[in-house]
């Protein structure tokens, strides 16, 4: 994608319900992509496998970021083959995307390939023992610098251990 003959740097996506695949494998093909941040964004088969093939080809992205994106089983499946190969990103960011403790511990636990991450976001979602333990993992393992659990959905008595 070219704006007054510049490459993009930086896709961001808002308030989309999937048919976002061409976008996508546009901005991915430039090779100078190094950001991608997609907000309330219903993930379909198309724009997951688009993703998913830009992260595992694309070796200049250093940042994904999803916030409030619905991603199903299918989606994040497709996502998590494009996270477990990329081994270029140094922020990832699933925020407030409604994901239950052994989703997320799975979507972390693609990242262990990735020795450059320097930054992980999981704030709203749930995260406990699975995911703490994912994440206790990605802290032991990588060169994680900054690390956020902000908002975490907890229960009445329940409290992150």
């Given at each position: 994608?070219?704006?007054?003959g510049?490459?993009w740097?930086?896709?961001?996506i808002?308030?989309?319900g999937?048919?976002?695949?061409?976008?996508?494998?546009?901005?991915?093909?430039?090779?100078?992509?190094?950001?991608?941040?997609?907000?309330?964004?219903?993930?379909?088969?198309?724009?997951s496998?688009?993703?998913a093939t830009?992260?595992?080809?694309?070796?200049?992205v250093?940042?994904?970021r999803l916030r409030?994106?619905?991603?199903d089983?299918?989606?994040?499946?497709?996502?998590r083959e494009?996270?477990?190969?990329n081994?270029?990103?140094?922020?990832?960011?699933f925020?407030?995307?409604?994901?239950l403790?052994e989703?997320?511990?799975?979507?972390?636990?693609c990242?262990?390939?990735?020795?450059?991450?320097?930054k992980?976001?999981?704030?709203?979602?749930?995260?406990r023992d699975?995911?703490?333990?994912?994440?206790?993992?990605?802290l032991?393992?990588?060169?994680?610098?900054?690390?956020s659990?902000h908002?975490?959905?907890?229960?009445?008595?329940?409290?992150?251990?």
């Amino acid at each position: 994608l070219q704006c007054d003959g510049r490459s993009w740097e930086r896709i961001e996506i808002e308030h989309a319900g999937g048919e976002i695949d061409v976008i996508v494998a546009i901005a991915m093909s430039t090779g100078r992509l190094k950001a991608c941040w997609f907000s309330d964004v219903e993930f379909n088969l198309a724009s997951s496998q688009a993703l998913a093939t830009g992260l595992k080809y694309n070796r200049s992205v250093k940042e994904l970021r999803l916030r409030r994106c619905r991603i199903d089983n299918a989606t994040g499946e497709i996502i998590r083959e494009g996270l477990r190969v990329n081994t270029t990103l140094e922020s990832v960011s699933f925020e407030h995307c409604g994901l239950l403790d052994e989703e997320l511990a799975t979507l972390l636990s693609c990242l262990r390939q990735c020795s450059t991450i320097n930054k992980i976001s999981v704030e709203g979602n749930i995260c406990r023992d699975r995911g703490l333990h994912e994440l206790d993992g990605l802290l032991r393992e990588l060169n994680v610098q900054s690390l956020s659990l902000h908002h975490q959905r907890l229960e009445d008595n329940e409290r992150l251990r």
